[in-house]
Nanobody, 113 residues
Framework: VQLVESGGGLVQPGGSLRLSCAGS????????MNWHRQAPGKDRELVAR????????KYADSVKGRFTISRDNSKNTVYLQMNSLKPEDTAVYYC???????WGQGTQVTVSS
């Protein structure tokens, strides 16, 4: 089983990034998928969730209206579109198959001028 994130990087405040997470080795379309993040010195937090078929999404209050989670089950991939980024969004972002031990390795997002 693998979950591989990509798309992180350094961006200025107000900018955008799109994270991707490609899954393999399990039936991706059977699982709700989560994006979590962990900032230095802070607990890991749930940022967004999407249902297995993609019809239902949930967001942390801190990212509502700025982030959009989506998925393409034909590509076994989940995405996180992040707009209007703020310095407080700086963290390592992880994808996770809900209710499993399947986690990606994380991708660093840094928002700084």
């Amino acid at each position: 089983v693998q979950l591989v994130e990509s798309g992180g990087g350094l961006v200025q405040p107000g900018g955008s990034l799109r994270l991707s997470c490609a899954g393999s080795g399990f039936t991706f379309s059977n699982y709700d998928m989560n994006w979590h993040r962990q900032a230095p010195g802070k607990d890991r937090e749930l940022v967004a969730r999407i249902s297995s078929a993609g019809g239902d999404t949930k967001y942390a209050d801190s990212v509502k209206g700025r982030f959009t989670i989506s998925r393409d089950n034909s590509k076994n991939t989940v995405y996180l579109q992040m707009n209007s980024l703020k310095p407080e969004d700086t963290a390592v972002y992880y994808c996770h198959a809900r209710s499993t031990a399947y986690w990606g390795q994380g991708t660093q997002v840094t928002v700084s001028s």
